[in-house]
T-cell receptor, first 109, second 113 residues
Framework: GQNIDQPTEMTATEGAIVQINCTYQTSGFNGLFWYQQHAGEAPTFLSYNVLDGLEEKGRFSSFLSRSKGYSYLLLKELQMKDSASYLCAVIDSNYQLIWGAGTKLIIKP | DAEITQSPRHKITETGRQVTLACHQTWNHNNMFWYRQDLGHGLRLIHYSYGVHDTNKGEVSDGYSVSRSNTEDLPLTLESAASSQTSVYFC????????????FGPGTRLTVL
């Protein structure tokens, strides 16, 4: 079967750095997304990786290793507004999106 | 501005009733999707459409149906609502950017009593 694993919950301190990991086992791979979802709201697009390496976008970076079936989202200079769930999703060989259950990130002052 | 809307935002219904959730997008996207989101699960695909008159079953399609008569709308119908269908439902559409990322509607919280 297809599976995406993320930690259920993480806690970090305002101003710090946090890394959210995602491992996947899917039938094929055509790209990986990270989305942010605030409580009670819709997911919003953060990043996309299809080649190995690091993609940087301001305070957020996303890394991919296709050989290891692994990605991480790195959030720097954490702000209280970064408290949200972070969803990892993989495009499989049928171009279907397979979603992880999400990681709830709690930011403490 | 182009957008994707869902209605109603909240709905309470009774077991056995037929319910239709609306989804409307003004981006002129061909691809549209319906998901449900439950605690402890990722977004699970119910149905999707790649264009007018095209519909496909997703991972959890039992008890749901969709129809696509125009580009803008993809209504989701629960034929006979069950308590197991209590969930938050998201509609999404895919653009034609380099990423083909999905844009989500605000969601509909459905409670089946």
């Amino acid at each position: 079967g297809q599976n995406i694993d993320q930690p259920t919950e993480m806690t970090a301190t305002e101003g710090a750095i946090v890394q959210i990991n995602c491992t996947y086992q899917t039938s094929g791979f055509n790209g990986l997304f990270w989305y942010q979802q605030h409580a009670g709201e819709a997911p919003t697009f953060l990043s996309y990786n299809v080649l190995d390496g690091l993609e940087e976008k301001g305070r957020f970076s996303s890394f991919l290793s296709r050989s290891k079936g692994y990605s991480y989202l790195l959030l720097k200079e954490l702000q209280m507004k970064d408290s949200a769930s972070y969803l990892c999703a993989v495009i499989d060989s049928n171009y279907q999106l397979i979603w992880g259950a999400g990681t709830k990130l709690i930011i403490k002052p | 501005d182009a957008e994707i809307t869902q209605s109603p935002r909240h709905k309470i219904t009774e077991t056995g009733r037929q319910v239709t959730l609306a989804c409307h997008q003004t981006w002129n996207h061909n691809n549209m999707f319906w998901y449900r989101q439950d605690l402890g699960h990722g977004l699970r695909l119910i149905h999707y459409s790649y264009g007018v008159h095209d519909t496909n079953k997703g991972e959890v399609s039992d008890g749901y149906s969709v129809s696509r008569s125009n580009t803008e709308d993809l209504p989701l119908t629960l034929e006979s609502a069950a308590s197991s269908q209590t969930s938050v439902y998201f509609c999404a559409s895919t653009g034609t950017s380099d990423y083909n990322e999905q844009f989500f509607g605000p969601g509909t919280r459905l409670t089946v009593l």
